[in-house]
């Protein structure tokens, strides 16, 4: 079945460092690809997502490639700051059942802390 | 516009005790979604709704259950808490016309003792 692997965390970074979290997922079809950002004491936002391979979504300083040659959908950041620190899931659309609606299989995540 | 809430936003059971959890939004979204969060698993699917009055199981069902009497509100059910059942939960909710985007709610967390 479809899934999804993250890089475990935690991942701790300084003020200003590059980050990457790799992504990786297994699929049958195309899936749209997702990351989700969980800052503390709250609900999952949707941060970028990709729909076809190559594309590329971007949001708050965030990028990610949609790959599909290499299966990755990693998240990258040029100089993150102390309030990036949140949990980042990865994630991809699966057909829930014989209707038209999406489940989304979600990665395990990736706990990142930047310290100033 | 409040998007998705969910009530309560903490609870404690003790085994074999009921509860409802209440997903209410005002998006006019036609998708709604349970999952449930658990360390090291990322969120699992539990039902799901594509419309009034219809759910669907996800990947983790048993031992709940769900209601979407009204297009807005979207009800999980525990008839007999297990401690199996402590996670945090959470309620989407997804415009039909294939947006492929998801609006959480901020989640309500459950300790079954």
């Known amino acids: 079945g479809n899934s999804v692997t993250q890089m475990e965390g935690p991942v701790t970074l300084s003020e200003e460092a590059f980050l990457t979290i790799n992504c990786t997922y297994t699929a049958t079809g195309y899936p749209s690809l997702f990351w989700y950002v969980q800052y503390p004491g709250e609900g999952l936002q949707l941060l970028l997502k990709a729909t076809k391979a190559d594309d590329k979504g971007s949001n708050k300083g965030f990028e990610a490639t949609y790959r599909k040659e290499t299966t990755s959908f990693h998240l990258e950041k040029g100089s993150v700051q102390v309030s990036d620190s949140a949990v980042y899931f990865c994630a991809l659309n699966d057909p829930a059942g014989g209707d038209s609606s999406y489940k989304l299989i979600f990665g395990s995540g990736t706990r990142l802390l930047v310290r100033p | 516009n409040a998007g998705v809430t969910q009530t309560p936003k903490f609870r404690v059971l003790k085994t074999g005790q009921s509860m409802t959890l209440l997903c209410a939004q005002d998006?006019?979204?036609?998708?709604m979604y349970w999952y449930r969060q658990d360390p090291g698993m990322g969120l699992r699917l539990i039902h799901y709704?594509?419309?009034?009055?219809?759910?669907a199981k996800g990947e983790v069902p048993d031992g709940y259950n769900v209601s979407r009497l009204k297009k807005q509100n979207f009800l999980l059910g525990l008839e007999s808490a297990a401690p199996s059942q402590t996670s945090v939960y959470f309620c989407?909710?997804?415009?039909?016309?294939?947006?492929?985007?998801?609006?959480f709610g901020p989640g309500t967390r459950l300790t079954v003792l």
């Open positions: 989407a909710s997804e415009d039909r016309r294939g947006t492929d985007t998801q609006y």
């Open positions: 998006m006019n979204h036609e998708y």
């Open positions: 709704s594509v419309g009034e009055g219809t759910t």
